[in-house]
């Protein structure tokens, strides 16, 4: 299993535009059938540049579907996050999940 990591640094003029925004951006990558589920969480590092850093991790179905997105979908979706321009820093990471782990309540 592998997770398409996006962390967003957001200036603080643009904050609520953009949550809005990515709220709706994530069902659209969901919906290239490449990734079982999404999750938005936000950093709670205070950046010394300011502004509110966000991470979605999305967990694709297998290395095939997350190329397959690569070769397929993700220029086109990124360029509807370019009209926030140098509002939003963004860096990707790939991440390949090794093991889970989980406590099981009795």
Known sequence: MYI???TSNIDE???DEWLSWIKEHIPQ???TGKF???TLTRVLVEEEMGGVTYSV???SYSREALDAYFKEDADKLRKEAARFGDKVLAFRTEL???D???VEFK
């Open 96 to 98: 390949q999940i090794i």
């Open 29 to 31: 990558v969901l919906a």
């Open 57 to 59: 991790q999305y967990k």
């Open 13 to 15: 003029s643009i904050h």
């Open 100 to 102: 889970e782990y989980s």
């Open 36 to 38: 079982e589920k999404a």
């Open 4 to 6: 398409y990591n996006v």
